[in-house]
């Protein structure tokens, strides 16, 4: 059941699927979600009129139903829906052959007939869009295992990113193919661990970061051969990283010690801030792409985290939230296992997607007002420590 800090914080829009799909752009949506239990894509088209305060998708025939009553929900699956159930839509399915299962997926930000997908037999397979079918034309090599990290380039699209287990990131340029194989344009053998995450940063097309095993956060410029920066972040590995799209000198890192650091690049020897709340590891943080000060994180306790980094010593906040820091603005209790990923829409405020182990995926909403009134909004770059 899906619980913020009071109940009607939640638009109950939420898919349930057998994980046997990744879906992508639902309407306005450009979402990805990776396959672990088949060799192939399966792509969810135009599930449009999407309203988020009154529509649930149940996996059961991919039905689209229209909810009377949002309090009768007390799981997502139609056995505790009660009754009033009206029929939408049939969701269209299209499928895509791929060579191995799917770890990770990413379409191009310039050009969303592109996408990466980051396979588990070590390999990274371009897809480019034919006749409104995406369609096989490259395979990235150079990595020795297989991984998750993986960014494309907001300045240059046709660079691709990749950090994996083998401890090595790797660049590709895909516009220089070799018939259908591409080399790396450049590698780095830096971590000594494997690599979780990487990221291109969001100000400068030259500039990316990574964080691994090793404990590390490594900023580096592809300008030179060493990391410009090479601290140790947590006490733990490091599972993800998430440069801050208002602000070039922010960025988060989260870890298997259970927490959240912010950083500024100006002054890297000593995070900003540290959040804890979460009970277990930290597997994924990102930026709200509508609104950078505030942000989700997910990870083995079941739990998606929304913090807002305006609240930080809000002392007013304090004397209400009892035992939760107040920068925590808002928890997800939905999933009944670990959150291996989510994501934010990039076009719908507040909207978010997220999968679990037991292949649940859920679409759901916070109510903006929850969260913060407009008046006390500050930009990213407007926030002094």
């Keep these: 059941m899906l619980i913020g800090n009071n109940c009607n914080q939640f638009g109950p829009l939420c898919l349930k699927y057998e994980h046997k799909e990744i879906i992508e752009n639902i309407d306005h949506f450009l979402w990805v979600c990776p396959s672990y239990k088949k060799d192939r894509l399966i792509i969810l088209k135009k599930l449009k009129e999407l309203n988020f305060n009154e529509i649930i998708l149940n996996y059961d025939g991919l039905k689209l139903f229209s909810l009377i009553n949002n309090r009768e929900i007390y799981d997502f699956t139609l056995k ?133 095993d090793d404990k590390t956060l490594k900023i580096f410029d592809i300008r030179e051969e060493k990391p410009t920066i090479d601290i140790k972040a947590h006490d733990e590995e490091v599972n993800s990283i998430a440069f801050n799209p208002d602000n070039q000198h922010f960025l988060l890192t989260a870890s298997s010690d259970k927490t959240i650091r912010l950083w500024d690049l100006r002054k890297i020897e000593k995070s900003l801030h540290t959040f804890k709340s979460h009970k277990d590891k930290v597997y994924k943080v990102c930026w709200n792409p509508h609104y950078p000060t505030t942000f989700a994180s997910s990870g083995d306790d079941k739990r998606i985290h929304i913090w807002d980094i305006n609240k930080i010593g809000d002392e007013k906040k304090k004397n209400l939230n009892h035992n939760n820091p107040t920068e925590l603005v808002f928890t997800n209790y939905g999933h009944r296992a670990v959150i291996r990923d989510f994501c934010w829409s990039p076009t719908i405020p507040w909207a978010l997607s997220s999968i679990d182990d037991n292949s649940l995926n859920q679409i759901w909403r916070v109510k903006k007002k929850s969260i913060f009134k407009e008046k006390n909004i500050l930009t990213a770059t407007e926030i002094e420590f």
């Design 80 to 212: 505790f829906l009660k009754g009033n159930l009206k029929t939408k839509k049939i969701v269209k399915i299209k499928t895509t052959p791929h060579e191995s299962e799917v770890n990770r997926v990413s379409i191009n930000p310039k050009n969303n007939d592109i996408l990466a997908t980051k396979a588990g037999n070590n390999s990274i397979y371009i897809f480019m869009k034919e006749d409104d079918e995406y369609k096989y034309k490259y395979t990235c090599s150079g990595h020795k295992n297989e991984g998750y990290g993986i960014s494309w380039n907001p300045y240059h699209p046709e660079l691709l990113l990749s950090g994996s287990y083998d401890s090595l990131i790797c660049i590709w340029d895909i516009n220089k193919p070799n018939s259908t194989k591409i080399n790396p344009l450049k590698t780095y053998s830096i971590h000594s661990k494997d690599i979780e995450d990487v990221q291109w940063h969001p100000f400068n097309g030259n500039v990316f970061g990574s964080v691994a």
